[in-house]
């Protein structure tokens, strides 16, 4: 049909002498096709519609087409598994931490001094009083990397899904900045109730916080919280309300 509007469009000017159609064979393909071959005033022929080339330019889109897809959802493999989540406050975490690390050890390390100079609790008379505060300074000195170790324990800088055996493997921060590796299976998360501030899921007894917008792909994060599981409606479940 798109040939014949081009003629027609065409007939003015073309003499009938000058059109000439020739079948050809795509090389690749193997299917035939019809060139339509013209000249226009008396110029060389000129091709002005080639079924062939479009056949040509459709089949190189279509297998242009798996390339692109297989580029969105591809992920990075390791022993773990596939990557599917990375936590973009990973490095910040671990930051923060080793800050907090290095100023406690920067105090515990001063503090002698400091004492000897200033004769900071020196004032008290029994050697008893003198350990209880120096006591209560180690302790509120190792208190803010303790507690900071405890609110960001359970956050997730990399999680891994293993796809045969459907097993997470979550990448933590240890007390030491080490990674720590944590396995589990999907059934054994569970989503606690109420919200909480610092846990997302439980897996098992360990509570672990991740963002559900930096996962690759958003099916993931449904079915490790288990949304993609078929849901069923029990009415006995449900506590029927009374009657006055």
């Known amino acids: 049909m798109f040939s014949l509007n081009v003629l027609r469009r065409l007939r003015p000017w073309v003499s009938p002498n000058t059109l000439r159609s020739f079948h050809a064979t795509a090389g690749r ?31 190189k889109l279509q297998s242009q087409q798996p390339s692109i897809r297989l580029l969105c959802t591809r992920t990075t493999d390791s022993e773990d598994g596939s990557l599917i989540y990375k936590g973009s406050l990973g490095t910040a975490v671990r930051g923060v931490k080793m800050f907090c690390y290095t100023t406690t050890g920067a105090t515990l390390t001063l503090m002698p001094f400091v004492i000897q100079e200033t004769g900071l609790g020196m004032g008290f008379k029994s050697l008893a009083a003198q350990v209880i505060f120096c006591g209560v300074v180690v302790f509120f000195t190792f208190l803010n990397p303790v507690i900071l170790h405890f609110i960001t324990k359970g956050y997730v800088s990399r999680l891994y899904h293993n796809r045969d055996k459907d097993t997470y493997t979550a990448i933590t921060y240890s007390i030491f900045l080490t990674e720590k590796r944590n396995m ?20 098992g007894t360990m509570g672990l916080l991740i963002n559900p917008d930096n996962f690759i792909i958003p099916e993931d994060y449904n079915h490790l919280m288990g949304y993609d599981k078929p849901f069923t409606f029990d009415p006995e479940d449900m506590d029927m309300p009374k009657t006055s």
Not at 184 to 203: C, E, G, I, L, N
């Open 184 to 203: 589990f299976h999907q059934r054994d998360v569970k989503v606690p109730s109420v919200h909480k501030m610092f846990t997302t899921f439980y897996a």
């Open 29 to 59: 393909h193997g299917a035939p096709c019809t060139v339509f071959s013209l000249a226009i005033l008396g110029h060389k022929p000129v091709h002005a519609f080639s079924a062939c080339s479009m056949l040509s330019i459709n089949s």
